[in-house]
């Protein structure tokens, strides 16, 4: 009788020792659990808070110092507005404002936006993608410089249009001196009459790429007018010279190819550059 006592208590206490053992286990798995969704949450947010900070070769303490994003949004029965944009801190350099009120007063400018939308003007050279209802009309940007001598900003705006998944986009690149508080457009950058010049390597790499580049194969080749109207639609990163265009104009929209880069050592390094 007392053997079998012995035998059921310790059947009981096995019991109780796995019964703690299990919830030790899960309350592990848990914590593990939310410590996955934690770190999930802050890699997403760690990943939102850099989308505009892609950036090449910058000073990140100017950069912090000197750029701010506002945004603006909006939504209408018809159409959905919305805006991040950047703007220089004016306290630390006064000829920043020059920077700024492009920005305000003619790029954003909120009415012609809205006019383009409800008279589908400036939608996309897509066929189909102007029947659609509701619009949302994206304005972002992306830094590709930023250093005490020159910031150079990809402006798009995107246009999505109900039940489609592809984005129309239209490109303005900014390229300011923030020594001189200017703007560096072309003629800045190179020498007066080297527009062929350029435009022939420009073309050149084009056609490269859709020789040789599957995604670029429905890519239409660079024609000299089509390159005098983008001349100033360029970014500078470390190492290349990006000419942008706006959908359709040498790709189709499907492609998503809006840019050809050159190196900057085959332009700023040739007797026809400013710089």
């Known amino acids: 009788m007392k053997n079998k006592l012995n035998y059921l208590l310790s059947i009981f206490l096995l019991i109780i020792l796995t019964l703690g053992s299990c919830k030790k286990e899960k309350s592990a798995l848990l914590a593990d659990h939310l410590l996955d969704i934690q770190q999930k949450e802050l890699s997403e947010t760690n990943s939102k808070?850099?989308?505009?900070?892609?950036?090449?070769?910058?000073?990140?303490?100017?950069?912090?110092?000197?750029?701010?994003?506002?945004?603006?949004?909006?939504?209408e029965d018809s159409y959905i507005i919305d805006y991040r944009y950047p703007v220089l801190d004016v306290k630390q350099n006064r000829t920043f404002k020059k920077f700024n009120d492009f920005i305000t007063n003619q790029y954003l400018d909120y009415s012609i936006s809205v006019k383009d939308i409800i008279n589908k003007q400036k939608l996309s050279c897509q066929i189909g993608y102007d029947q659609t209802e509701r619009l949302k009309r994206l304005i972002n940007y992306k830094i590709y410089t930023n250093n005490s001598k020159v910031l150079s900003i990809l402006l798009y705006k995107a246009n999505h249009y109900a039940n489609e998944n592809q984005y129309s986009y239209l490109f303005k690149t900014l390229n300011f001196d923030t020594s001189k508080g200017d703007f560096i457009f072309f003629n800045t950058l190179f020498r007066e009459g080297t527009e062929r010049a350029v435009f022939e390597l420009v073309r050149k790499a084009l056609k490269e790429k859709i020789q040789t580049d599957q995604n670029f194969e429905q890519c239409s080749e660079l024609t000299y007018d089509t390159f005098l109207a983008y001349k100033d639609n360029f970014v500078i990163d470390k190492n290349t010279i990006k000419f942008y265009f706006d959908d359709c104009v040498i790709c189709p929209v499907y492609s998503g190819n809006y840019f050809v880069e050159i190196s900057r050592s085959d332009i700023l390094d040739k007797p026809y550059s400013n710089f």
């Open 49 to 75: 808070s850099e989308y505009s900070n892609d950036f090449i070769n910058v000073d990140e303490k100017i950069l912090e110092n000197k750029i701010t994003t506002k945004s603006f949004y909006k939504n």
